[in-house]
């Protein structure tokens, strides 16, 4: 498909793992690439394809789900009409939940649970929430976290 000359774009929403051979693929070709978050597994391979892009002269773009979500849109709305004032800190809190519970079956999100897949809940939904966090107050000025990961 992406040696095909009627596509321009190739956008690329698949699991973390196959993210790397499709968008070296895309960019090869010659095809600007649109890829859900997180690029790559990795800082080293975002690195690799942002290197390979510039090299390559092709435009790419990664997103995420929440920056057009309409109530991520609409809370960004009303703090720039100052409706709640000036926001002064925020609080985050998240639950992981377990494959097989709140996650739904291992045999579907099970790859959450293999960091070396670079798809974990803290890499995933984590990086999702913190760009819509982002979106609606602005840049984070400072940060505190505490993660606890219950083996077993």
């Not at 499709?22 to 997180?38: R, T, Y």
């Not at 690799?48 to 990664?62: P, Q």
């Amino acid at each position: 498909m992406v040696a095909s000359p009627d596509i321009d774009v190739v956008v690329v929403t698949v699991k973390v793992p196959h993210h790397l051979k499709i968008i070296k693929a895309a960019i090869a070709a010659g095809k600007h690439v649109f890829s859900e978050w997180p690029l790559g597994n990795g800082l080293a391979e975002a690195g690799e394809l942002a290197a390979l892009a510039a090299k390559s002269n092709v435009r790419g773009f990664v997103g995420t789900q929440a920056r057009v979500a309409p109530e991520i849109l609409y809370l960004r709305q009303l703090i720039a009409d100052g409706y709640v004032g000036k926001v002064l800190s925020t609080t985050l809190t998240a639950w992981g939940g377990n494959c097989g519970g709140a996650l739904g079956s291992v045999e579907t999100y099970g790859y959450l649970l293999d960091q070396s897949n670079g798809a974990t809940m803290l890499t995933i939904p984590m990086g999702h929430t913190l760009t819509a966090l982002r979106d609606v107050l602005g840049d984070i000025v400072s940060l505190a976290s505490v993660s606890h990961h219950k083996a077993g």
